[in-house]
Structure formats: structure tokens, C-alpha cells
């Protein structure tokens, strides 16, 4: 059960989502990476400002988080996101050892289009990996970050459909 800590890290996560949801190129998905009790990275979606793929929040953090100490690993390291992680990032999070992943709204909780494969989930991936320290909690804040995104049941515009 998530706690105090978790929960702060978690709504600091939620304010980044708010701040890319106002930007252009951006998408309302927060993360925060914290080590020892300290921010190392924190980002938002920036794919389509940064003409990137990659620039999930998760890996915008790594990123910040890579560049701050100077290193590519971080294990100890617990990465708050206001979304399930997809695949992509979830194997980020595998690779750079974190320590710990905590999420708000899961995939269940959202439209498909969020995640590029509809049978896989973020568990799959921390199951399959070499990784037995690697661990995971999610729907923290689920529902007050659920209304962020496009729910299960929504029909967004296709223009803003990426994973179709």
C-alpha cells in the first residue's frame, strides 16, 4: 500500500501531466523519479514536441535523471508515474535498475490506444525480466488520474490516436 511519501511523489507526478497537458506537442502523462528522497529526474510526454518517439514522461525522467548524476543506472531508484507504464517504458525502467515503479490510473482504466500491445501489460515484462528486486504498484490515485486520459469506453478523435 502505497504511503504519505508515495503519495506526494504521485501528485508532484500529476502536476507535471497538468503542465504537459497545457503544452503543444505534449500529453498529460507525469513522472517523477526519486532516489534517497531526492527528485533526480521528473518529465512529462513531450513525443510530438520533441519530434521523439521516446519522450515518454518515464524516459524524459531518465534522461534528467542520467544527466544529473552521471550515470545510467538507478538502483534504489523508485519512479512515480500518473500512468501504467507502457512496454517501452517499463523496459527503460528495467535496463536503467529501478528499483521500484508506482502508478496511478491503470491500463484497464483508460482507452487501448495508450498502450501499444493489448495483450501484454507491465506485469508481463517485471515477470519475464531478470530482475526479482524489481517492484511494482499501481492505481495509487488511479481514478483522480483516470480522468486525465480517454476512458475504455471513449471514441477519441483519430487524429489523436497513436496506437491505432
Keep these: ?3 504519505d511519501r508515495d503519495e506526494l511523489y504521485l501528485r508532484r507526478a500529476l502536476a507535471l501531466a497538468a503542465r504537459g497537458e497545457r503544452q503543444a506537442g505534449c500529453a498529460p502523462i507525469g513522472c517523477v523519479i ?3 528522497d531526492d527528485v533526480i529526474g521528473e518529465g512529462y510526454n513531450q513525443v510530438f514536441a520533441l519530434c521523439d518517439a521516446t519522450a515518454h514522461a518515464e524516459v524524459v525522467a531518465m534522461r534528467q535523471a542520467g544527466a544529473r548524476l552521471k550515470r545510467p543506472l538507478f538502483r534504489g531508484a523508485t519512479l512515480y508515474s500518473t500512468l501504467q507504464p507502457c512496454g517501452m ?3 527503460a525502467s528495467i535496463w536503467s535498475n529501478i ?3 508506482v502508478y496511478d490510473a491503470e491500463r484497464h482504466q483508460v482507452h487501448a490506444m ?3 500491445d493489448r495483450h501484454l501489460d507491465t506485469m508481463d515484462f ?5 530482475r526479482k528486486d524489481l517492484t511494482i504498484e499501481g492505481g495509487v490515485l488511479g481514478d483522480e488520474c483516470a480522468g ?3 476512458g475504455p469506453g471513449d471514441n477519441p478523435p483519430r487524429d489523436e490516436q497513436t496506437n491505432i
Design 1 to 3: 500500500m502505497a504511503g
Design 34 to 36: 526519486v532516489l534517497d
Design 126 to 130: 517485471i515477470c519475464d525480466a531478470f
Design 99 to 101: 528499483s521500484c515503479i
Design 114 to 116: 495508450y498502450f501499444e
Design 148 to 150: 486525465l486520459y480517454y
Design 89 to 91: 517504458c517499463t523496459m
